[in-house]
């Protein structure tokens, strides 16, 4: 087996691009709007690769964590510990920011991460729906 280094940390405004990559569709986003993202987006990096990313959106009492993305050649293992990371990282950060509950959107072709939030942090599906984005 593989030994890494796996770092789990708030992003610097300098790795927008990095994290707009990691996106299914990040061609069809505008690469401008990501160079101001810092303390709004966590990130894992892996041998000082950035490899996976959420985002932070505070708000009280209810925070969110949102657009959880992999690197798409990610191993599984490799994948399912920087998702696992990365969430629980989410989950001290908001408990900081005085949260008291985190709510957040899973995509359907994400179903690993989906039981692993349900499994480990003992949550509840509370909707199904389409996330809609536009530009402002």
Same mark, same amino acid.
């Given at each position: 087996m593989r030994s890494y280094n796996m770092k789990i940390r708030l992003a610097v405004d300098s790795e927008g691009q $990095?994290?707009?990559?990691?996106? #299914?569709? %990040?061609?069809?986003?505008?690469? @401008? $709007?990501?160079?101001?993202?810092? #303390?709004? %987006?966590?990130?894992?990096?892996? @041998?000082?690769?950035?490899?996976?990313?959420?985002?932070?959106?505070?708000?009280?009492p209810i925070g969110r964590i949102e657009h959880l993305n992999l690197k798409k050649d990610l191993n599984k293992v490799t994948a399912t510990k920087a998702a696992h990371a990365l969430i629980k990282y989410a989950e001290v950060a908001m408990m900081q920011m005085g949260c008291k509950f985190i709510a957040g959107y899973v995509e359907f072709r994400n179903k690993p991460i989906k039981r692993l939030i349900q499994k480990h942090y003992n949550a509840q599906c509370l909707d199904s729906g389409s996330m809609l984005a536009w530009r402002i």
């Open positions: $990095d994290i707009l990559r990691l996106f #299914p569709k %990040w061609e069809q986003m505008n690469a @401008d $709007d990501w160079d101001k993202i810092h #303390p709004y %987006w966590a990130v894992a990096e892996v @041998d000082g690769e950035i490899v996976a990313a959420v985002q932070l959106c505070p708000s009280l």
